[in-house]
């Protein structure tokens, strides 16, 4: 989940970046140093990813957080030490 976040961020604020990067340089023939809306297209998305993204790794710090307590508080039983007696055959 967390790494399906990650990848449209990152997909997101490339797109960002390659827009509003052709606008400063002036290679954008369409908007003539204008975003025409890119930002309020990908501005929000970018932040609900952003959002998600920190949600997503709070849920899995507590996840962490509660394998390690429980790990460290479980105990494994002993393996039975000696033979266990044979079982005699019944005479039926």
Do not use: N, W
């Amino acid at each position: 989940m967390l790494d399906g976040i990650d990848e449209r961020l990152q997909a997101q604020a490339e797109y960002a970046i390659e827009q509003l990067s052709r606008v400063v340089d002036g290679r954008d023939q369409y908007r003539h140093r204008s975003t025409d809306g890119v930002l309020q297209l990908t501005g929000p998305q970018i932040d609900m990813l952003l959002a998600r993204r920190g949600d997503a790794v709070r849920h899995l710090t507590g996840l962490c957080t509660a394998f390690k307590a429980v790990s460290q508080t479980a105990t494994v039983p002993a393996p039975a030490v000696g033979r266990v007696p044979a079982r005699r055959p019944t005479g039926r």
